[in-house]
């Protein structure tokens, strides 16, 4: 019998397709199972137990990066979604002129340029900067993270922007108005779930990076990705698979807040 | 109390966007208390004179005054003109009460007097059981009433209406079109209406300003349009008219005694300010023209070509003598017309006043 022609029957799809599935989820499936293992070994089980969950919580240095880093990244989110969304306007609500693909480009440099580059760029500059001026607080790691989290923020914003209609803007203005109300009152409660998408993803990108972190960290200023990534170069523990369960959890609960958020918002 | 003065007086205004000229010096008067219409093929520059007198756009020359006042400089949010947009343009993420109320709380208007004025728009515009709505449940005309009422809410001097009726399918339209018609006169606003729907223009405006290419052609009332055109473009945008060509051998006062080229010979009324000399193209719309029979005292003869039936009235195509052709356009009767061959030789008899000489 002829059925019409889908994707979905294409031979080998539904393979692919399971592929993809097994080798995203099966390892997170692994790790979670692990972490709550009551051995000390990894690739034996042993029985439940909480003990690692426990161990790591108790964990000084774990507790200390884990402030940090939720320190850093809420910071560099906001500062990065704030100036995401200035870009994001100033290239959209115009009409479309000479060099804003260009400017759109430079916005966009993090996602192209090797994230190592920038690293060894940045420690090449922030070492300098040190010296001169003493300063070894977190306003480096900060500041990186600010930069390299825009394009992350830029993205759902522009796309968001995109799909609003203009003669909103326009009608507001011509019912008196004044164009900082317009954007108060129209462009802001409607821009609001891109802006939400955009601190998400910007708070996650910041919270998980490792390579500019470790180039331009000052001692002792260990990030819990920082932390983890020294201590299994040190010996593979348990311990890791509960942070990094901790973490799973952590950003489902947050990007499914999220989206129950925006959906209710539209 | 402003009736000394128009509503509206553009003067001289250029718009330019880059080469191109949107607006090519056009000037109007818009008298207080009007249904003014801008009518005009799309791309003829109505638009983009809607946009300047909202202030949505600058002129590149030129002077646009409300009520006396220059106004060309001035942003949207200073002038005392609200707009009507062709998508509605309703905010999203409120009410239809809060959309209503949107123009009075920027103005900075008192709690109080707001509420008392959107209560009485959504009287005006028969939508008082749908106030705490959100806008996109509600349905095209509903929407086309909630922007009508918020445009009219703070009290504007003028209204401008960008093809407001332009998404909304037949009936609805033919309703809207009385609703709007019924909203100024119990107002007392002065609208500016922007259309290329030339029905709309005439049933609705008390005048009309035919645009193309950037310039008004000619301004009147809808009679004045439609009976005396000026221009061919104008003639030919608005309903249906059949061209003479032909050529003035006598003048006498306000009509022109024209020779045809399809033969005969018509008296036809001059455009105002022109005498043409010479060569000169006559207008007849078809239903000011009767069908005679061949023997009858007529202004055209030819042969019948092609009968077609349009319920309330037939066409008539005629081939004249010239090889041109001429349409007549006659009203059905229960007895009907049967007894109208194709081939058979036929008279045209004009109604007077119907001959026009156009300004060429």
């Known amino acids: 019998m002829a059925r019409p022609h889908s994707v979905r029957h294409q031979r080998g799809f539904t393979f692919i397709a399971l592929m993809c599935f097994f080798l995203l989820y099966l390892p997170m499936a692994t790790m979670v199972v692990f972490a ?182 000052s001692a002792g200023q260990e990030t819990l990705p920082t932390y983890m990534l020294g201590q299994l170069r040190r010996n593979v523990t348990p311990e890791m698979n509960a942070i990094s369960t901790l973490f799973l959890a952590v950003s489902v609960i947050v990007v499914s807040l999220f989206f129950l958020l925006s959906r209710k918002k539209t | 109390m402003f009736s000394a003065l128009p509503a509206i007086e553009v003067r001289d205004v250029v718009k330019s966007f880059g080469d191109a000229r949107a ?173 290329h729907d030339q029905e709309e223009a005439l049933t609705m405006s008390d005048r009309i300003a035919v645009m193309s290419g950037g310039r008004i052609l000619q301004v009147g009332n809808p009679r004045d349009i439609y009976d005396n055109p000026q221009e061919r473009f104008v003639a030919d945008f608005i309903g249906e008219v059949n061209f003479l060509a032909g050529q003035v051998i006598g003048i006498d006062g306000r009509t022109a005694r024209v020779r045809l080229a399809a033969g005969g010979e018509v008296v036809a009324g001059l455009p105002e300010g022109a005498t043409p000399v010479g060569r000169a193209t006559v207008i007849v719309r078809p239903e000011h023209a009767e069908l005679r029979g061949p023997t009858e005292q007529a202004d055209l003869r030819g042969r019948l070509e092609q009968v077609v039936y349009f319920g309330t009235d037939t066409h008539l195509h005629v081939r004249l003598a010239d090889q041109s052709e001429f349409v007549l356009r006659q009203q059905n009767s229960p007895r009907g017309t049967a007894d109208l061959q194709p081939g058979a030789e036929v008279a045209i008899a004009f109604k007077p006043g119907a001959a026009r000489v156009l300004k060429d």
């Open chain 1, 36 to 217: 709550f293992n009551a051995g000390s070994t990894v690739g034996q089980l042993d029985g439940f137990s909480l003990r690692w969950f426990r161990t790591a919580l108790a964990n000084d240095q774990i507790i200390e990066a884990l402030l940090r880093s939720l320190t850093i990244a809420p910071i560099a989110a906001f500062f990065a979604t704030v100036a995401a969304t200035m870009a994001a306007l100033a290239t959209t609500r115009t009409a479309p002129y000479r060099g804003m693909a260009l400017k759109v480009a430079f916005i966009n440099q993090p996602l192209m340029v090797p994230e190592i580059v920038t690293a060894v760029a940045l420690l090449v500059v922030f070492s300098r900067v040190k010296v001169w001026t003493g300063y070894t607080g977190l306003g480096y790691i900060i500041a990186a993270h600010t930069a390299f989290c825009i394009p992350f923020a830029f993205l759902p914003i522009r796309a968001r922007l995109e799909t609003m209609d203009l003669s909103l803007e326009t009608a507001a203005a011509d019912l008196y108005a004044r164009p900082w109300s317009v954007f108060r009152r129209i462009t802001l409660p409607l821009l609001w779930p891109g802006i939400l998408a955009g601190f998400m993803l910007a708070f996650v990108v910041s919270l998980d990076d490792v390579v500019i972190t470790e180039f331009i960290k």
């Open chain 2, 23 to 195: 607006l090519d010096g056009v000037s109007v008067r818009i008298k207080e208390n009007e249904f003014f219409t801008l009518l005009g093929p799309s791309g003829c520059g109505k638009t983009t004179l809607l946009r300047l007198i909202a202030g949505f756009d600058y002129p590149t020359s030129g002077e646009i005054c409300l009520h006396g006042k220059d106004i060309a400089g001035m942003p949207p949010f200073a002038r005392p003109v609200n707009t009507v947009f062709q998508n509605y343009a309703l905010f999203p993420h409120m009410t239809v009460a809060q959309n209503i109320g949107f123009g009075l709380e920027m103005q900075g208007k008192p709690r109080s007097e707001i509420a008392a004025r959107v209560d009485q728009m959504l009287a005006l515009v028969r939508m008082e059981t749908l106030r705490s709505r959100r806008t996109s449940q509600l349905s095209g005309g509903q929407q086309q009433r909630v922007a009508l009422a918020r445009a009219l809410a703070p009290q504007p001097r003028v209204l401008l209406l960008d093809e407001p009726l332009s998404a909304l399918d037949y009936k609805l339209r033919k309703e809207m079109q009385g609703e709007l018609k019924r909203l100024q006169t119990e107002t007392g606003i002065t609208f500016i209406f922007v259309t």
